[in-house]
């Protein structure tokens, strides 16, 4: 039987070209007939349920197939451990843009080197983000977080709306969300209350 994994750890990856979706459809593309699991669980967690499931459900003779070694595991040990538990039970690892790793000293040389590298990789782009945010917090006017979308001038004109229209007009004309219009509505409530 051939078990497809995909895994998305942050909202952002599902907008950034490597979506469920797009995984799926890699291993679809590959494998029609492939039966596969989607999960969206951080990275940095340790607990993956449908990943785990699908470990314990493999036997012998089953392939499980990833789209790439970072949907597999978050570091070269895990990585290790868990394909050398699955050749013990006599699966292959297909990861679709490395290749068929089978239970030999090169295929383990290979799969230790790359786990590796992508260790490695994830901690320089961690190392990177630190940096530039360190960076960041030096210069004038540095505020922690996204940018905000709207000014609060933009959201009082639009919270002033709400007097002669309804949320989702006002969210229509002014495109800012209702969640935004209600929550700021709220803030703007409780303020009132505690002013009086």
């Known amino acids: 039987m051939i078990r497809g994994y995909a895994r998305v750890s942050t909202k952002g990856q599902l907008k950034e070209g490597y979506s469920l979706e797009v995984q799926k459809q890699e291993i679809l593309n590959r494998y029609e007939n492939a039966h596969i699991e989607l999960e969206q669980f951080t990275g ?15 036997n012998h003779g089953d392939t499980l197939v990833v789209s790439k070694l970072d949907r597999l595991a978050r570091n070269t040990v895990e990585g290790i451990q868990i394909v050398q538990n699955l050749f013990d039970k006599g699966v292959a690892v297909h990861v679709l843009n490395v290749g068929l790793l089978e239970n030999t000293s090169m295929g383990k040389f ?37 940018p905000k979308e709207f000014t609060q001038t933009q959201i009082d004109m639009a919270l002033d709306l709400l007097g002669t229209h309804s949320y989702t007009q006002v969210a229509e004309m002014t495109k800012i969300s209702k969640a935004t219009l209600t929550r700021e509505m709220r803030k703007r409530k409780a303020l009132l209350l505690v002013a009086i």
């Open 110 to 146: 290979f799969l230790t080197t790359l786990l590796a590298v992508a260790e490695m990789e994830r901690n320089t782009i961690i190392e990177r983000t630190q940096t530039g945010k360190a960076i960041a917090k030096t210069k004038a006017g540095f505020k922690e977080g996204r």
């Open 44 to 58: 940095a967690t340790t607990e993956r349920p449908i990943f785990n499931k699908i470990i314990d459900e493999l």
